[in-house]
């Protein structure tokens, strides 16, 4: 991994970091809903859905002032789900990222409200931005609810809920996957590249490409499942196993899933290629995605 990617990453990391922060700290609410909010934004995370949508933008524009909101209001998105999933009625996990998750810290209700309090506030966030205009905001605000809702991310996660302890095919797991976690990278790529004022040609194979790199990025989460290290993952080694999740070991055996995630990557590329977007740091974090350890 190239040092200036890692440091590419940190300083957008650190920059969106400071911008959800200011849209939060002086937001008038009552103090547990904020803290709950805050203690999950600020759990950690690799910030790698927002770094997508400005590494995005920047394959046609270099204003990223323009697309902040949107990298704001997808982290407080991705945040939501998170809280969601690790209550007890979902995956009842006890940490997140190596900390207690927000119903431990909290409670279940507090947790449940932080949530829908992240997600609800997103869409505020990018209709009051003055830097979009009208027809923006109208693109933004449609397609990031398409793909967080039963369409999209909401769907996912009840099929992969259904598909516990049951045989699944690979077209089957793709699915879920394509929805689960490809379609938040989704509007990633697309609005950044949409408000770079990339063309149709370029969106739509910018589209295939992220297509390919939401599986790339869940294969990965599989293999560290079976390969990675607690500490670094942040969460017991064989936890899907132990609830009972489909998985590409699990479909294919080890080896297939890194196979299959090398395909994965091939295809990424060659989309990112017909995009023109093949010198852009979205190529390194392709790689990056690929290779990840935590």
């Known amino acids: 991994m190239k040092a200036n990617l890692l440091d590419y990453i940190d300083n957008y990391k650190k920059k969106i970091e400071k911008e959800y922060q200011r849209y939060l700290q002086n937001l008038d609410i ?52 998170l809280i969601h999933d690790d209550l007890p009625a979902m995956d009842d996990d006890d940490y997140r990222r190596g900390k207690l998750t927000n119903h431990k810290v909290y409670n279940e209700a507090t947790a449940i409200l932080a949530g829908d309090a992240l997600l609800t506030y997103s869409f505020e966030i990018i209709a009051n931005d003055p830097l979009l205009n009208d027809k923006e905001k109208v693109t933004i605000i449609n397609r990031l609810s398409t793909c967080s809702g039963p369409k999209g991310m909401v769907g996912g996660q009840i099929l992969d ?6 045989p699944v095919s690979l077209e089957a797991m793709e699915q879920i996957h394509t929805l689960k976690t490809g379609e938040l990278l989704k509007f990633a790529i697309y609005t950044g590249a949409y408000l770079g004022k990339a063309t149709d040609m370029q969106l739509k194979h910018l589209t ?21 290290e607690q500490e670094k993952i942040g969460k017991p080694v064989g936890s899907d196993e132990l609830n009972r999740k489909s998985t590409y070991p699990k479909l294919l055996g080890l080896e297939g899933a890194i196979n299959r995630k090398e395909l994965y990557v091939e295809k990424a590329k060659l989309a990112l290629l017909h995009a023109d977007a093949q010198a852009s740091n979205l190529m390194g974090l392709t790689d990056y995605f690929s290779n990840r350890d935590h």
């Open 30 to 81: 009552p103090v547990q809903l904020k803290e709950s909010m805050l203690y999950s934004l600020e759990a950690g995370g690799k910030r790698l859905r927002p770094v997508l949508l400005l590494a995005s933008y920047e394959v046609y524009d270099h204003d990223i002032q323009k697309v902040l909101s949107s990298a704001i209001a997808l982290e407080m998105i991705h945040t939501y789900s």
């Open 208 to 228: 295939e490409f992220a297509y390919y790199l939401g599986l790339i990025f869940q294969v990965q989460d599989d293999i560290l499942d079976v390969t990675g």
């Open 161 to 166: 809920m259904e598909a516990e302890d049951k």
